[in-house]
């Protein structure tokens, strides 16, 4: 009876966390300041916000009309295309974690992936309903379907931005000046990983040119 209330009150919690972040998208500054220091945030939500925005980036690739997205399924890796999304997230949340705690920024890591799968949040909630949309529309209401479709990255930039600022506790100059510097912060870790493999890489191949050395010999 208890684990059953438990599991209750969990599910109940996960089910307002995601409500939460309808919250968040319209009242912006309020919803990214509770998120984190009222914890009406969960991670299982962004975890959810996150695996619908791949999700739908996925299906916009076999659903959308060919009159506004072309596939060449011959060249696509589904892997590769969903990790263009996960890969730059993680190297964000990494990169601006790693430089705000260096100058008192207040949110941990986990609190910075989580506010920022939150701020993703208008993606999956535009982006599904305009690509059934695209298959009703004509080549005339493309400018329609475009406009709605920027719309919904500016906006999730726009949320992106008030998240960090509201986590962290920066004004509006400091926060700023950080988004920046986490996109560079970004290249310098595509250098070290960059780096880090080549490294590996050609420490593999000595080793085992020394293996077929000495098979050789034998």
């Known amino acids: 009876m208890i684990n059953a209330l438990k599991n209750k009150d969990t599910f109940q919690r996960y089910i307002d966390s995601m409500r939460f972040a309808l919250y968040c998208i319209t009242h912006p500054l309020d919803g990214f300041w509770d998120l984190t220091h009222e914890k009406r945030g969960t991670y299982a939500a962004a975890n959810t916000i996150l695996f619908l925005t791949l999700l739908v980036r996925v299906l916009k690739l076999r659903y959308t009309s060919f009159l ?20 730059p997230l993680a190297m964000f ?6 430089l705000t705690t260096l100058f008192d920024g207040k949110a941990r890591l986990g609190q910075v992936y ?3 799968c939150y701020a993703l949040t208008p ?6 309903p305009l690509m059934v949309f695209s298959n009703f529309v004509t080549v005339d209401e493309a400018e329609f379907y475009t406009v709605i479709s920027v719309l919904s990255l500016v906006w ?4 992106f931005i008030s998240a960090m600022g509201q986590i962290h506790e920066f004004g509006l100059a400091k926060n700023l000046l950080f988004m920046v510097a986490s996109l560079f912060a970004m290249l310098v870790i595509v250098f070290i990983l960059m780096l880090f493999f080549s490294m590996i890489s050609q420490g593999v191949a000595y080793f085992i040119s020394i293996g077929k050395e000495i098979m050789f010999r034998l």
Request: aromatic letters at 24%; a neutral charge.
């Open 123 to 128: 993606y999956p909630l535009i982006q599904f």
């Open 68 to 87: 506004f997205m072309k596939v060449y399924w011959e060249g696509i890796n589904i892997f590769l295309y969903i990790a263009s999304v996960a890969f």
């Open 156 to 159: 999730a930039a726009m949320l």
């Open 93 to 98: 949340v990494v990169g601006n974690w790693g």
């Open 114 to 116: 989580m506010a920022s």
